[in-house]
Antibody, heavy 122, light 105 residues
């Protein structure tokens, strides 16, 4: 079955770079149509879409965060890595990775990781 | 980016009620609209994709409709386990975006 799990530091200091890893199983990012997305959710707030990487290596970023975000994949390890530079306390959030499935003309997030809480504080 | 606006932001309802949540896109998005349910402390779960397609395992009391820029999620008879926050998400643009959420209380 499909599973995803986020990993990374629970605490980072302001101005540092946050690196998160999504390790998944049950599908391959080498398969046409597969995509992995990162989403975050500050405490008590709404979901925010961050970035996506597609099976062919195409990448998309949130317009408001694109200068600070980098997404990459290691297909052989079934991993997707997200980096966020120059973090600030407002980046404190639960970070989720999710698989985006393609079905005909529909694209949706059908499997999600459990999320990892990252706190930015000195 | 395409902006998604949900209404209401919160909704008070009772078991057995029929509930409707609205989601409006800042431009036409055809039927590229998904709905998710999130319970406290948990990851969101997919309910509906493509505006009206029920995801596998989702109870039939959930339904979605709409096209273009206006969409609705309806719960025909609210059950105790349905009290949660609901999010719409557009998958029309390459940069996907979520609505701000509707908390069902």
């Amino acid at each position: 079955q499909v599973t995803l799990k986020e990993s990374g530091p629970a605490l980072v200091k302001p101005t540092q770079t946050l690196t998160l890893t999504c390790t998944f199983s049950g599908f391959s990012l080498g398969t046409s149509g597969m995509r992995v997305t990162w989403i975050r959710q500050p405490p008590g707030k709404a979901l925010e879409w961050l970035a996506r990487i597609d099976w062919d290596g195409t990448k998309f970023y949130s317009t408001s965060l694109q200068t600070r975000l980098t997404i990459s994949k290691d297909t052989s390890k079934n991993q997707v890595v997200l980096t966020l530079t120059n973090v600030d306390p407002v980046d404190t959030a639960t970070y989720y990775c999710a698989r985006e499935k393609t079905l005909s003309v529909n694209y949706y997030l059908d499997y999600w990781g459990q999320g990892t809480l990252v706190t930015v504080s000195s | 980016d395409i902006q998604m606006t949900q209404s209401p932001s919160s909704l008070s309802a009772s078991v057995g009620d029929r509930v409707t949540i609205i989601c409006r896109a800042s431009q036409t998005i055809s039927r590229s609209l998904n709905w998710y349910q999130q319970k406290s402390g948990k990851a969101p779960k997919l309910l509906i994709y493509g505006a009206s397609n029920l995801h596998s395992g989702v109870p039939s009391r959930f339904s979605g409709s709409g096209s273009g820029a206006d969409f609705t999620l309806t719960i025909s008879s609210l059950q105790p386990e349905d009290f949660a926050t609901y999010y719409c998400q557009q998958s029309y643009g390459s940069v996907r975006t979520f609505g701000q959420g509707t908390k069902l209380e």
